[in-house]
């Protein structure tokens, strides 16, 4: 084995620059000169400009900062970070490197801060960014919950509060759920389908890097005069282009973490697709692959229109137009189409990596094939196309065409069927099985039942008429903390357990993931069940002060989301010491059927030495002599020559 | 299956379903029903309550019945009996649950339609929000404005919403009713209020700092009760225009 991999392309490091070009080499040092001469070029081109054709002011801060900091200085960044350099030196006719591998694979904990172009090391950048945001955002919520825990105003002025929760949602949304997902199927797909990388590992880097642009520009909102972005992570206009300058923090960050988005959903179609090892039909992917795929052509479609609706806020704030400016003729519920086109899929581009993650590590830890796989597979992409025919759920009370009302509704009310085949599959998979409740096995089960109640909850917003009293209540905050905490945060809990010991070669400390896991699930209910009952009787949200008649539930929910918020602390402990110390975990821990599984934890460079040959589907457990796959140089030979006739 | 198995699926289930329905019945959820179409909005939320617990009763019996009775040791190296699907099964948590929701769906689109009727005998209100309070005209009446909102018990009312700034939406959770108003264009509300007394209407769309604090009286009155007011609200608006 170890002479194969010595045999892969991989050309030794270039020796570093010296001396002052270090400045000019890819990397930090050359990050503080790019950005501040991309920021300076941006402010040059709005002050040249404004000055020739006589405006007044010539220095607009706003527009200079939203030119200069938020579109250029990123660029800029990205530059200087090295995200570009290949492309340029191709633009431009001088020489590339193509067999150049030393931006691949991770040698020291150096390599994770830089561009670079292994689909596993950026699969680990991606999460441990996003679990870093997920902090700050959880931080956040903690913050607004303490002034919630009495009525009245207490320690938060109502344009803290506003900032607060909205930068929460958009972190928890577009900097840790969509990522978090998008970081756990970089490791984890490729190795799935037999794949040495990628398709396009560059694109890959870049779209890592666009992240964190994202997330400090929503976060650094905040710090804008005038406060952060208060409109809240659906951002409706007309208060989004009159509100706070912040909003225009907002719409960029939407713009920089969706591009990160398209472009790793494109890289995802395109490995899906072309990639896969020979044998791999797609009636033989594992379902995470299957969920990645589904959830890739969802974010193509959808991710343009929030793209489409930000920019169109943002054009009216700083080029006066009039999209959603009534006086002039603006549409101001086109927003809430075009913002809800996108979101309503984005719930499902939250949910289905996670239906994924659930079936892989339900089949395993049951020791029993996935229960109706094609079915399984089949009412993803169910979901996918009904998906894009409910949007306008959400504007049940928005003062739409009324008769959109009951088609929306039908719709909405059918996708649950799909979404009920998976759940009683999973529960049909646990029948009979040989159930190992580890820690992943515990977060996938405690997905079922949470995400169970968040469904229901949703078939009640479904129907129009009950969607009607509930609707911007403290019901729907109930409703989609149960689908996107109880639903995606338990599967990505599932998913960072269940493939740390193939990202780090070692084991977390079960006792500490079940201590985590019990801590989460039980303050979970805790925080969000009461929020259901406060809704229903009669609590708006997003408001800093609320009637006395909700102050005991109020308070007790603040207490339970303290709870909550301390038991990740157990989780990031156990991440910490477990990937330092833990024992060594073994290529297969799980006595896992698929392929990630059959090379070494963590796996080699170039993932595979020799390319497997698929033979059957991923969950034959319990079939006797069944192969999801064999490693056999002169039978991979083979069909190669079957293939290339 | 086992004929044990399935006996302790069901008490699992049906205990499952009878903490659900003790949550659902002893906590007070649903605030005082105080307008016709409230009545109407409460059917269906019940209706969709009970289909609710009883697919929880069923995931929760599925759930807890395997963690129970499937776990093994850790060790344990044995793999479970090779099921790969079972049509029969998967046909009928395809069909059941079309049809449980089809029927939601027709029950609430009947809902709906009669909550959208509106007499003819009806009050008409002219609602304006603005950032942060709300102001109502009686264009029956001479078209005076008022800082609450008076209605008539047992009449309907007909809201017409506008909104001079951003977006904001009118609730009373009493009349369960909602209805967004946007600016540019005008929407409609119906309620028939069925209890004198007074209640508190709310904003339930984010529209800007003082959102929170966006409130109005609502006060139903009886018929007579609301002549009266309608009167020498008018009398003193005698004079200033609008």
């Known amino acids: ?645 | 299956m086992r004929r044990g198995a399935i006996v302790r699926v069901v008490t699992i289930g049906l205990l499952a379903a009878a903490v659900a329905t003790a949550v659902a019945l002893f906590i007070p959820w649903l605030p005082a029903d105080e307008s016709k179409e409230g009545g109407r909005i409460d059917f269906v939320f019940w209706f969709v309550v009970a289909i609710c617990i009883s697919v929880f009763g069923v995931v929760a019996a599925v759930t807890i019945y395997s963690v129970v009775n499937f776990r093994v040791r850790p060790d344990d190296d044995s793999d479970g009996p090779p099921i790969h699907g079972h049509t029969g099964l998967e046909i009928a948590w395809t069909a059941i649950p079309t049809v449980l929701v089809t029927v939601i769906a027709i029950l609430s689109a009947v809902a709906l339609a009669e909550n959208g009727r509106l007499k003819s005998n009806r009050l008409v209100v002219d609602v304006t929000a603005q950032q942060f309070a709300w102001h109502f005209k009686y264009p029956q009446y001479g078209g005076f404005q008022s800082d609450q909102l008076r209605l008539v018990e047992g009449r309907q009312v007909e809201l017409r919403l506008r909104s001079l700034d951003v977006i904001h939406s009118f609730w009373v959770p009493e009349f369960r009713q909602k209805q967004d108003a946007v600016p540019g264009i005008v929407t409609h509300l119906g309620i028939t209020p069925t209890k004198v007394g007074t209640r508190t209407l709310i904003c339930t769309e984010l529209c800007g700092l003082g959102h929170a604090l966006m409130r109005a009286p609502v006060i139903v009155m009886t018929e007579a009760q609301f002549d009266e007011w309608a009167r020498s609200q008018q009398q003193g608006s005698e004079g200033t225009p609008g």
Request: neutral net charge.
């Open chain 1, 1 to 645: 084995m170890t002479e194969l991999a010595e045999q892969t392309p991989h050309a030794p490091p270039k020796p570093p620059p010296t001396g002052w070009r270090r400045v000019l080499a890819p990397g930090w040092l050359r990050v503080p000169w790019m950005t501040a001469l991309f920021f300076g070029i941006g402010l040059g081109l709005v002050v040249g400009l404004r000055a020739l054709a006589g405006w007044d002011p010539v220095f607009n801060w706003l527009i200079i900062v939203s030119i200069g900091a938020l579109i250029m200085a990123p660029i800029g960044f990205l530059a200087g970070i090295g995200a570009f350099d290949y492309w340029v030196k191709y633009a431009l006719g001088r020489p590339t490197e193509p067999e150049d591998h030393s931006g691949h694979g991770a040698r020291s904990w150096r390599d994770y801060f830089r561009v670079n172009t292994d689909h596993k090391v950026i699969g680990i950048q991606y999460l441990v960014t996003t679990i870093f945001f997920f902090l700050a955002g959880g931080m956040m919520a903690m913050i607004f919950r303490a002034e919630l825990a009495k009525p009245g105003a207490q320690y938060l002025d109502p344009q803290e509060y506003n900032g607060l929760f909205s930068v929460h949602a958009a972190l928890m949304i577009f900097l840790f759920v969509i990522p978090a997902f998008a970081g756990l199927a970089n490791f984890v797909i490729p190795l799935m389908i037999g794949a040495p990388d990628m398709a396009f590992p560059r694109l890959n880097a870049l779209s890592y890097w666009l992240l964190p642009i994202a997330g400090i520009m929503m976060l650094s909102s905040l710090a804008v005069p005038g406060g952060g972005f208060g409109a809240g992570w659906t951002g409706y206009a007309p208060l989004s282009v009159v509100g706070t300058d912040s909003n225009v923090w907002f719409n960029m960050g939407v713009q920089w973490a969706g591009a990160s988005s398209i472009m790793t959903a494109l890289n995802f179609l395109v490995t899906i697709i072309t990639m896969r090892a020979p044998g791999m039909t797609f009636w033989r992917m594992p379902l995470l692959v299957w969920a990645n795929f589904t959830t890739s052509l969802l974010v193509v479609l959808a991710t343009p229109f929030i793209a489409g609706s930000q920019f169109f806020v943002m054009f009216d704030r700083l080029m006066h137009t009039n999209f959603f400016n009534y006086h002039a003729g603006g549409y101001v519920l086109g927003y809430q189409h075009i913002f809800w086109f996108y979101s309503h899929p984005a719930v499902y581009i939250m949910m289905l990596p996670g239906f994924g993650i659930a079936s892989e590590v339900i089949s395993v830890m049951s020791r029993k094939p996935i229960f109706g796989y094609r079915l399984m597979a089949l009412s993803l992409c169910a979901i996918l196309v009904l998906g894009f025919s409910v949007w306008a759920h959400h504007m049940f009370v928005s003062g739409m065409a009324p008769w959109l009302r009951v088609p929306m509704m039908i719709t909405t009310l059918l996708i649950a069927v799909p979404t009920g085949i998976k759940v009683f599959s999973w529960l049909a998979t646990t029948w009979e099985g040989r159930l190992h409740l580890t820690t992943p096995m515990l977060f996938a089960l405690g997905f079922v039942s949470m995400f169970v109640i968040g469904g229901l909850s949703g078939i009640m917003l479904g129907a129009v008429p009950i969607d009607i009293h509930t609707s911007d209540s403290y019901f729907i905050v109930a409703h989609i903390h149960y689908v996107l905490l109880g639903g995606s945060l338990f599967t990505i809990f599932a998913g960072i357990y269940y493939w740390f010991p193939k990202m780090t070669g070692r084991m977390y400390n079960e006792r500490l993931g079940k201590l985590h896991f019990w801590l989460t699930f039980i303050g979970f209910n805790a925080t969000f069940f009461p929020m259901h009952i406060i809704g229903v009787e009669g609590m708006n949200r997003r408001v800093y002060d609320y009637p006395p008649r909700f102050a005991a539930w109020n308070m007790f929910i603040s207490l339970a989301s303290f709870f909550l918020g301390a038991s990740f602390m157990v989780f990031v402990y156990n991440m910490i010491v477990s990937w330092l110390r833990g024992p060594l975990a073994g290529s297969n821990p799980w006595r896992s059927m698929t392929l990630e599984w059959q090379v070494s934890s963590p796996p080699p460079i170039f993932n595979f030495d020799e390319i497997p040959q698929i033979v059957g589907g991923p969950y034959e457990y319990g079939v006797e002599g069944a192969r999801h796959a064999v490693f056999n140089g002169e039978r991979v030979h083979g069909v190669e020559e079957v293939q290339r006739t």
